[in-house]
């Protein structure tokens, strides 16, 4: 008999935790980061890239010039290609070929078979550790 009373006690005891456990929401995945890069015209555009290992679903979240676009992916000869398909306006291309990006003016969706007019070059910003940046005797928040 007091075995059970005391199995009984400890169940009643860690029911509080049970509950607790049950009221939890699952963790959350991470948002994508920003990726930063800076233009030649020494402005600099945000990125944000979504879905990159499922091209049909792959986009990016382009902010520059004081406006965002939304890009989907797009085909490309070389690296990896984003592309706007907004009604009335010209369609816009993010191409990007390791460290560098191109924002262009697209009018064909196969970029490469007509010229296509180019709005910003641009190439990814990287963040030195604190340690290689004391070493290299770069100030607090550079960036190469």
């Known amino acids: 008999m007091k075995s059970s009373s005391a199995c009984a ?9 049970i509950v607790y456990g049950a009221g939890t929401s699952a963790p959350r995945k991470a948002a994508p980061a920003i990726v930063p ?3 030649q015209d ?13 091209y ?6 382009i902010s520059y ?24 306006e ?6 990007l070929r390791g460290e560098e990006a191109r924002l262009t003016e697209s009018p064909d969706a196969d970029g490469y078979t007509r010229p296509e ?15 290689g940046a ?8 550079d960036s190469h």
């Open 117 to 131: 007019r180019e709005l910003a070059r641009c190439v990814r910003l990287r963040r030195l550790d604190m340690t």
């Open 9 to 17: 006690a400890l169940v009643l005891l860690s029911m509080p935790a």
């Open 42 to 54: 020494g402005g600099v555009a945000n990125v944000v890239y979504e879905n990159g290992g499922d």
């Open 134 to 141: 004391q070493e290299n005797g770069a100030a607090h928040g």
């Open 90 to 95: 010209p369609a816009l291309a993010w191409s």
């Open 65 to 88: 010039d004081a406006r965002t676009l939304e890009m989907s992916a797009a085909p490309a000869l070389y690296g990896v290609r984003y592309r706007t398909a907004v009604a009335g």
């Open 56 to 61: 049909r679903h792959a986009r990016a979240l």
């Open 37 to 39: 890069y800076l233009c």
